[in-house]
């Protein structure tokens, strides 16, 4: 059910030109439903293609805010490893500066 709410959220996203308004509206939506539970985030996460985690990279920041979570990082970290094309590192040490 989580996985399937979250992947409808991106599937939205994705039909978006990134210069679409609603974009903000959809980046809420991912942002709250994946800073409710961290298992069930970091879950979904591990699973996420590699254009969802493109589409995820977005709410990075928001996200690590929220969960305020090293697990979650560490996470990001070891895709950064797993998908080196799509450049997160930057995006990480973003949303690693957002935790307190």
Same mark, same amino acid.
């Given at each position: 059910?989580f996985?399937e709410?979250v992947?409808a ?5 994705a039909?978006?030109?990134?210069n679409d308004p609603?974009?903000e ?11 409710r539970d961290?298992? *069930?985030?970091l879950?979904?996460?591990q ?5 969802? =985690?493109m589409?995820l990279s %977005? &709410?990075? #920041?928001?996200?690590?805010y ?8 560490? *996470? ?9 094309d799509?450049d =997160?590192?930057r995006?990480? %040490? &973003?949303? #690693?500066?957002y935790?307190d």
């Amino acid at each position: 059910m989580f996985n399937e709410q979250v992947r409808a959220i991106l599937g939205a996203r994705a039909l978006l030109d990134d210069n679409d308004p609603r974009i903000e509206s959809k980046w809420e939506e991912l942002t709250e439903i994946l800073s409710r539970d961290e298992n *069930l985030t970091l879950g979904f996460i591990q699973v996420c293609t590699k254009t969802e =985690l493109m589409f995820l990279s %977005e &709410v990075f #920041e928001e996200i690590a805010y929220n969960l305020q979570s090293k697990r979650y990082i560490e *996470l990001l970290y070891s895709l950064d490893k797993r998908y080196p094309d799509l450049d =997160l590192k930057r995006h990480i %040490e &973003v949303a #690693e500066s957002y935790m307190d």
